[in-house]
């Protein structure tokens, strides 16, 4: 019975992975003895989806992170060049009292809006329910009246499709792929991602992989013959960044061959909607009643007129009043011809609206929506397609005929087309569940991004705050571009401080150069809040060690049913705090010590006392701080029911429909989903630098994260290598195992060659994440564009965030997480390779 002597020394602690940012959220039931941590499990949940979580191999090996050589153990002081990382351990004392004599010195200078905060949290535990590292940090940014940097232009093609055609992303974003496996569709397009095996390692491969045993069928739109594409039932492949012309192809097809849902389309979209053709916006009731009309038809509905021919009549809706009516949406009846009015937010439509209709009113001409856009994908065939997207006429007709006819069917883009169209790409692709109404489809739907917290418990997403009025909010957000452009410019507000805390730029916010060369020497101070030594810690001037997740006691809502007891598993390592120490004590030297008023504990305890969600206020006997941590793991009172994002059908853009046809995008030239070409087809570029150059994610780390651990490396076979067909290979004369280079005017990273059919000919692949010391040159993302800059801006990507404001309505612009208005371009980058000479 030695066995269960030994296991009985064990205690058991819940643990949020740390490459949580794969969007899987898995948490680890983490053995420990002695203090140490000993090894990692699957933890099981309560409730009807208890068993849902798996882990992948990084989540097996996270338990070595607290101990590794690279973890930071003291706060450090820089003692050589910023970028040398060469540090002296100093104390406690001393870096708060240095850090905070400086941020007072630019706050005295140039105000506090100097101090420029990164919060860019995708790579923290726990983020999307508030962990205190983020919460606190957001809170000093609150207080302090500081500038929170635009978060980077990441996973902008869920983004910004979610954006415009369904108002906003966070809603869509809370869905979890594990819905699938209650909700079984016949089909399942999977478009611009590598799920299976791969990005989404855990729990959403074996959704995906069950549901293809009990009869679903998976295809799989991407460029290269990845861990997803082998497990596909078929397999596009298609040219990089081309999807929205095969898409619009698609839609075409729906629409010309009359295979679309005109129930859901007149019922929750503004396909019924009449545009104006002189300038592209939609037709309200002020454009075709005057005011005397209107206020007739207030006055017939108050009066409780007949109900007859209401639509004409007054088409007033309860509630409604002469100022609200001036706003209404016209339709078209189909007999008799006359309009229809309709109020944001209103499904029914009191009449029969003529989805077709073409009709000039009041001498203004009008086409609906949806006949602006069958005209608009009419160029677009299976096969005239064929010529950009290099997949076959033959195909993309099977594969739309099929989708459509396998109702209900299900599609999933995630974040694999990152390219400066990458919006409106998966604008496209979503034009596919709503044209075919399988996004009505409870076993269908649409899920872009999705972030995998199911029901959105609020736990104070940021700011642990109920104290807190929101007009008290202060703080603002900063652009990157317009942090470049104060440098040319004193007039400008100055950016002195920069605070980086849970995140990497100089390794994953492209390009390298961008921030050593254009920002970092602009500070006078950098601070990093880290757990361990990073590209970005390197050109620090002091470095705050934080417990990390096996350390520091936190509360989380993993998966959206469960509220769990995280963290606390060992002690900090060396002298590593939480971030309630941390934040507290800069706080009291610079002026808001009121505010940070609270250790850990309390502020984990008024977390819980203070929530207003019914998910946890009508629980009996309350979750209190000292439940949980005797309990571990709460069910919460929410459905038992995967969540469904989708349900409502009642979306937050201006109509209150999804708006496949974006009126303020119109003045642009995109008010519906285009093909743009991506930069890297442009055939000027391409002459001098034939190659793509993709530096994608590792599949056995998590960013730049578990990158040091000997196991994972091992299976990551220990270095970076360039991906190449043989063909494009052979043309260079180049083979397996040679030194290469690969090049561009911006930069020369170096590696060894690896061939595979694979990958298509033309491209270069580099698994981006390990860190700048192990190349013997340059790390790949010198090469890539300048991410956030006027390089890749542009105006689609500047509305989507404006009307991202709006429909976020007062609520201060920091609290709603600000993202770069600009497009994300890491696969958008040309590059060619040379064979080095042998040393
Ligand atoms: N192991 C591991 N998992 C991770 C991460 C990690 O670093 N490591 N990172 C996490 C994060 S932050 C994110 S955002 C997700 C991203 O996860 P994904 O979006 O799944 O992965 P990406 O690496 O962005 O996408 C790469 C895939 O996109 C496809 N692709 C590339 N270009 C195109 C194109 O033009 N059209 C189409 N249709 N497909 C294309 C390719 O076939 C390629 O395999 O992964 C998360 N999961
Ligand atoms: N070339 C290239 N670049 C990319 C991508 C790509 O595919 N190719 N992918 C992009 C995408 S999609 C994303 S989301 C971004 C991700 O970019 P990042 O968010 O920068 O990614 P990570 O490497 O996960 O960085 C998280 C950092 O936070 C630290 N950390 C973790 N937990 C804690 C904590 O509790 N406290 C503190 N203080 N620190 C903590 C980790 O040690 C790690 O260094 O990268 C982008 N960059
Ligand atoms: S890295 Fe692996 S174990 Fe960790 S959350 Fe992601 S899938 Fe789960
Ligand atoms: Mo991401």
Redesign the pocket.
Known sequence: MAIASQESDERIAYVACQ?W????HCTLKTFVKDGKVVRTERMILKGSQAERYSL?Q?GIMAGRLPYLPERILHPLKRIGERGEGKFEQISWDQAIEEISAKINEATEKHGSRSVLMNLFP??LTNNTTGSLPYALAVRFSHTFDASVLAAPP??MAGNQSCIADFGDMIIYFHQNTYYWRVHRPNYMLI?????IG????ASSSRTFLEMQEKGTKIV?????Y?T??AKADQFVK??????AALALSMANVIISEGLYDEDFLTKHTVAPFLVREDNGQFLRRRDVQSQEEMAHAVRMAAGGSSGISQGYLTGVTEGQDSSDIVEDYVAWNITPGRPLFVPAHVTDIDGCPDLLASVTIKGIACKTSFLKLKEHVSKWTPESQEAVTGVPAAVASKVVHEYVASRPSATYI??????MNAGQ?ARAVDLLPILSGNLGEKNGRLMT?ALGDGHNVGLDFGIVAPDFELANVKGTAANLDEVLASFEDPEKQQYKVFINCFSNPVLNWPNRQLWTEKVFPHMDLIVVNELRDTDTTAFADYVLPEAGPFEREEIGVPLGDCIVHLGAAIEPQGEAKDPAFIWSSIAKRVGIGEYFDKTNEEWLRFKLDTTQDPALTELDPPVTLDRLREEKIIRLNVPDEVDDCWEAMDFITPSGRIEFYREELSDIGVPMASYVP?RIRDPRMKKKYPLQF?P????????GQFTEIPELRDLAGNKSTVGMNPATAFERGIGEGDAVEVFNDRGAAQALAHLTEALPPGMALLWY?YPAKDYLTDPPTVLSSPLGTAETNDAFGTECMQMRFKAAGPIPITLINPQCASNET??DDLCDVRKLPVA
Not at 198 to 201: E, G, L, P, Q, V
Not at 220 to 224: E, K, N, P, R, S
Not at 696 to 703: P, T, V
Request: charged content about 20%; hydrophobic content about 30%.
């Open positions: 490459g940012g794969c969007h899987e992948c990084k995708c790579g990441v996973d478009w611009g991602g590598n799920p791969w990005s989404r390692a799989d739109v991407g460029i290269f990845d997803t594409a298609i040219n990089p960044g081309t999807d995630y974040y694999g087309m990152r390219y790409s991004g991506p993709f994608g994610r590792s599949r056995f780390f998590m960013q994440a890491y696969w």
